[in-house]
Structure formats: C-alpha cells, structure tokens
C-alpha cells in the first residue's frame, strides 16, 4: 500500500442507544478497491455516510489526503458518490445529471465539455446524452450515476450497493467495468455491499462489519483463506458451519465431537476439552470419493455419508451429502465425478488445516 | 343455455352488453352537475354582460357597452389594476409563508404531518365572515395589537387599521392554507435523498433547493399559487371588512352592481373580465410547468 488517502481514526457513531459504528480505524491507500462488506445493519453504510459527511460522527477522524475533514458538510469534501437506486435527478437530461458536479464546482464552459465528454466515454453512454432518466433501462442509470461520480476527477470515489439493483447478468458485467474505472483512474474506491461475490470479484481488500464493528480488514484472500471469526468464516465464501465440542487436543490439532463424529481441526487459541466451538470447512475444501476403495489419509477428517442430490451449476457442482445422524453437507467440485450418482454411499475427507474453528459464540 | 348467454339474449342484458350506453350511464350524473351548476350560470354571465339593465331590470339588448365603459373607464381600470397588484402581492407573500411550512411539515412531521397539515386548515372549520371578523379583531383599531399598544401608551400602527395592508394580511390568512396544502403532497412525493446527492456533488443547500427541490415540486407550487391567486382577485368581502374606506377592490365593486345599484349586466361583463384574466394568469403558469422537466413521469421515485 502507497501512502493513505483515506484514513478512518477510531470513528464511532450512536442512533439512540444502538452503537451504529464502533471504533472502527481503516486506511485506504491510493489505488485501491477497498470493499466494506456486511449484512444490513451492520454499520457499513453509516460509515459510507460519515465520509461523504452526511453524517457526523460522535467520535473520531475522516482524513483525506491528511487533511481533517470530519467538520466539513459534505460539498466542501469534493468526493464522488455512487448511490444505491441511481438517484438520478429525474428532472434533468443524462448530459445536465453528468455535469451537476462540475457545475456546482464552477468549472469554465470549455472544461466542462471536455470532462463530460470524457466521462460519457468512459461509461459508453455517448449518445444518450438528451435522454431523461425515466427513458433509460437499469443498467444505463446505473452508468450515469458512475458518471456523475466520476466526472469531476474526486480523490475518493464512494460506491454504496451500486450494483444492488441489477439482473445477475447485467451485474456480473458491471462488476468487471467498475473495476476497469477504478484500475484506469487509478483513485480509490470505497465499495459497500452486503454481497460477498461482488466484494471478492472486486475488491484488493476488504474489511467485514458486524454490529459496528470490524470483524477483520485484509486482502480478500487473506480473508478468503484465514478468517479470524466464526463470523468472517460465515460470511464469506460458502463454509459448512457445525457444532461441536472438544473432546481431546493433540498439540495444534483438537478433535472435536459433533454428533457422534470425530472432526480435526486446528484448536482455537485457549480453548480447552469440553468447549463448544464453531467448526466452518468451506465446501469446495471437501474431498467426495465413492465409499468402495476409498483409502485412509492420516490426519484427515473422515466422514462416510451418502449423496443426496447432485446440483449442476455449470462450471462445478454442488453434492448434497446426508449423514447417518441426518445432517446434510454441501461439498463443491468438478460436475460429473466418476461413480457419483445420488443415493450412492460415499466418504468425504479433508485435512485439519482446512477447516477454521472457533470458540462458539454465546446463542 | 349458460347464463352469460341467457344475460346476453334478454333485453335489459342486450341494453347492459351495449358499451356505449354504459358509458353514458356512467358519466351523465356529473355532466348534468357540470351543465347545471358551472356551464349554464357561467353561460348565462356572459349573456347578461352583453345586455343592458335598467331601472333594476335585464333588458334583452345586445350591445357592447358594458365592456367599453369597464376597459375604457380610469375608474373600473384602476379597481382592476388594484386587484391585480393585490393578487400578486398576496401571492408571493403566501408563498413566502406556506414554502418552508410545507417543508417543514414534509420532512419533519413525521406521523404528526396529516394532523399539522389539517391544523393549517383549521379556520376553514369556521365561515369566512367569522375567520374576517377575527382578523378584525386582531389588527383594527380596538383590536388585540392596536389595544396592547395604546394600553402601554404607545402609538396605534395606522397601517394595520382599515387599509390595503390589513386586506392582504386577512387574504393571506384565508387562503394560504390551500398553498400548504398544494406544496405540501407535492413534497410528499419528492425524494428527499435527492438532497443529499446534490450536497456529496457540490451544491450548498441553499443551491440544492434551487437546483433540485424548486423545479420538481414547481408544479404543486403553480397549483398553489392559482388556488391563492384566483379567489383573492376576485375577492370582494375581505376588503370590505378589512380595507376601510379606500380600500375597495374589483370584487368589492362588482358585488355592488347586483347589489345597491342593480346593474347587473355590468357587474356580469365585470364577471367575465375576471373571469379572463384568471383563465390568461392559470395558462400562463401551466406553459410554465414543463411536464419533462417536472419529473412528474409516473415511474420514477
């Protein structure tokens, strides 16, 4: 990371007696795609909020470029914004929705052309420029609304759910060109989303909120790969999420009890036999294997269980497997694997460090 | 047979099946109530104010006179200017009022904004002598202020006792509440996040009322300026309660002609003049109101 253009000190927020954003410090740096992910009420939006300067925060620095700007209304901070539902001025053409930043900014007649032109290019709306709002489909709005935040060259381009309202198609494909924008105009982009694709598709790094509070910032991967919370484990990626309990612990590795079956995994820091823990393995990190000649890997979790249903998804597939106690796993690999066919018994396995565990949290 | 054949065969289902009557059926009641009540009294004012009136009775003479005394008399004109300037003024003085009231109501009433908004109307619950004669009671002479005053041994303000200036005060109280009311659902329907969006692009609040909340509720403003601008040209009680003795207006002057002097075709050719010039003011503010540019497309939030 270059040297911050955004840096959040220690923000806090409170509506009423709900603690919106606790004491969250992040810093951005120059070209990055920074994704704020979280499910709704997490506080993803406030803070979104509180550096565009919609919102005053109780406590705490917004500093851009190094300079406080937390006491400023939010047309002094010259950032752009993208918002959810477009929120485009109906009553005004695509070229005057565009231009109302640059307007507001004062420009002279001569750059304002030239920096509308620019970012109708840049979002291919050339063209479009005398249509009204309501004569536009979805995903057009939406290429307005990233012009209108764009066009004025802002230190910091705000996106809140952007995406939110479009088809799956017409997402998948904003989601590669919004990146573009962001790699060509080499500023940073605040991305909220409560959509864990959107955030891995997009992001260099991201940071999970929970209740006001961040779970954990860090390269996607990193988040991806090495959750530090049963909540982070939950949220990103498609974990399996089992209960159970420490029976023994053999140094690093801690075999716990779930339901009759034996599970590996790495023990949670102070934890100690007889905890409840939260057990996550993502299910892509599953091994399925018909039950006949399957072998015995050391250190593995083994469990034998039957296939229910085999969802084809395209490029891999989803296994729906049933335990002898009833509960069902999704395991993910290549479609179409030799000898699975559902009601056929099969063994699943994978090694200690695949999976993540963590202290149950209190229900 | 099945019933829908049976309906369709009788006589009376043949007459329902007929589409055309139906729709006569339908409308005729409130067409007859318009013929009635709006076209046929509003007919019959243009008529009269092409005949003559003598010794209090309509004399069926077609002429022209009527109109050539009311546009070319100094009197009859300056009454007409008089109530223009007065409709004007009291306006922009309503708007100045029932803009941020509206607002206020809007965005901040909360579950209260029904209620607020009523409450505005409130007076209405009473008869317009009544609510003048209240205003009266507030700015004349032994009224609540000019009393107040004289009690601490201050001068009375003149301006407020039987003047032009009490008339427009008591034609703001009357129909400021339908301005309110005007800009107050139009601002039901508008967007308010569209505030915050002008202010992350640049715009002061100040120029994001501009920019944004005037021109997409201009339309219920013009509604609300017609409902004020309208009644109070034609307004005749308020500045005789309240106007004193040089404070007689077009609709004071036209209540006399089918009054104490009997004159009804002039009073009726006065009508239509009136009349015109608020059909001219409404048109002028509806080619005001561009439809695109109001944001009023049905589909949009």
């Known amino acids: 990371m270059t040297e911050a253009v955004l840096q959040l000190d220690d923000i806090v927020k409170s509506f009423g007696a709900t603690k919106a954003v606790d004491r969250v410090s992040i810093d951005v740096g120059r070209d990055e795609f920074f994704s704020l992910l979280g499910p709704s009420g997490s506080g993803k939006t406030t803070l979104l909020r509180i550096i565009a300067g919609l919102e005053t925060p109780d406590r705490g620095r917004v500093l ?18 993208v918002f959810q539902d477009f929120l485009l001025f109906p009553h005004r053409t695509v070229a005057e929705n565009v231009a109302f930043p640059l307007k507001m900014q004062g420009v002279s007649p001569a750059v304002l052309k030239q920096q509308l032109e620019w970012a109708l290019d840049l979002v291919h709306l050339t063209g479009l420029e005398e249509r009204f709002p309501h004569q536009l489909s979805g995903g057009q709005k939406q290429r307005v609304a990233l012009a209108r935040g764009l066009v004025s060259r802002p230190s910091v381009l705000l996106l809140d759910e952007p995406l939110a309202n479009l088809d799956r198609e017409l997402r998948k494909e904003m989601e590669i060109e919004v990146r573009r924008f962001q790699i060509d105009l080499g ?46 484990a939950a949220f990103v990626g498609s974990a399996n999420r089992l209960h159970g309990e420490i029976r023994g612990i053999d140094g690093a590795v801690a075999r716990i009890d779930w339901g009759g079956n034996e599970l590996l995994g790495a023990t949670p820091s102070g934890a100690g036999v007889g905890d409840r823990v939260d057990y996550f393995i993502k299910s892509e990190r599953i091994a399925i294997v018909p039950a006949e000649g399957a072998g015995n890997a050391e250190g593995h979790t083994r469990l034998a269980a039957r296939l229910r249903d085999v969802i084809f998804k395209g490029q891999y597939a989803d296994y729906i497997v049933t335990l002898p106690s009833g509960s069902e796993l999704v395991v993910s690999g290549p479609p179409a694997l030799d000898g699975l066919t559902p009601r056929s018994d099969v063994v699943l396995h994978w090694p200690a460090e695949a999976a993540d565990v963590f202290a149950a949290e209190a229900p | 047979m099945s019933q829908v054949e049976a309906v369709r065969t009788s006589p009376l289902g043949r007459l329902w099946m007929n589409r055309n009557l139906r729709f006569a059926c339908l409308t005729l009641p409130g067409a007859i109530f318009i013929l009635l009540f709006l076209v046929a009294p509003l007919m019959s004012i243009v008529v ?16 022209l006179d009527n109109y050539r005394v009311l546009l070319s008399d100094p009197t009859y004109l300056t009454f007409l200017w008089r109530s223009t300037v007065m409709a004007v003024a009291v306006s922009l003085i309503s708007l100045v009022y029932a803009y941020p009231v509206a607002y206020l109501i809007a965005k901040h009433g909360g579950r209260y904004r029904l209620i607020l908004v009523l ?9 317009i002598i009544l609510r003048v004669t209240a205003i009266q009671h507030i700015l004349g002479p032994i009224g609540l202020i000019n009393m107040a005053l004289t009690t601490f041994g201050m001068e009375p303000v003149e301006v407020l006792m039987y003047s032009n200036v009490a008339s427009a005060i008591g034609l703001v109280y009357l129909w400021a509440p339908f301005m309110v009311l005007a800009i107050y659902l139009s601002l039901l329907n508008f967007n308010f996040e569209l505030l915050e969006v002008a202010k992350v ?24 300026i017609v409902l004020v601008f309208v009644p109070t040209l034609a307004s005749s009680v308020t500045p005789r309660f309240l106007g004193g003795v040089d404070g007689a207006l077009y609709g004071t002057i ?48």
């Open chain 1, 64 to 81: 851009i470029n190094g300079e406080d700007v937390t006491r400023l209304p939010p047309y002094a901070r010259r950032l752009g914004m």
């Open chain 1, 187 to 232: 500023i940073p982009f605040i991305y909220v989303t409560h959509n864990q694709e959107e955030a891995l598709t997009m992001s260099d790094r991201m940071a999970v909120m929970n209740r006001g509070v961040l779970e954990q910032v860090g390269p996607k991967l990193e988040l991806y790969e090495r959750p530090r919370t049963g909540f982070v």
């Open chain 2, 48 to 63: 009269f104010s092409f005949w003559r009136t003598e010794s209090y009775n309509l004399i069926a003479e077609w002429n």
């Open chain 2, 119 to 127: 409450l505005t109307a409130a007076p209405f619950l009473t008869g």
């Open chain 2, 201 to 224: 692009c640049g715009a002061r609040p100040w120029r994001a009322f501009v920019e944004v909340t005037w021109p997409l509720n201009w339309m219920g403003t013009a509604i609300g």
């Open chain 2, 254 to 301: 036209l209540a006399h002609q089918f009054g104490a002097t009997g004159t009804w075709a002039l009073g009726s050719a006065m009508g239509v003049i009136l009349f015109a010039l608020s059909l001219i003011v409404i048109l002028g503010i509806w080619r005001a109101v561009n439809l695109r540019r109001s944001g009023f497309t049905g589909e949009e939030a």
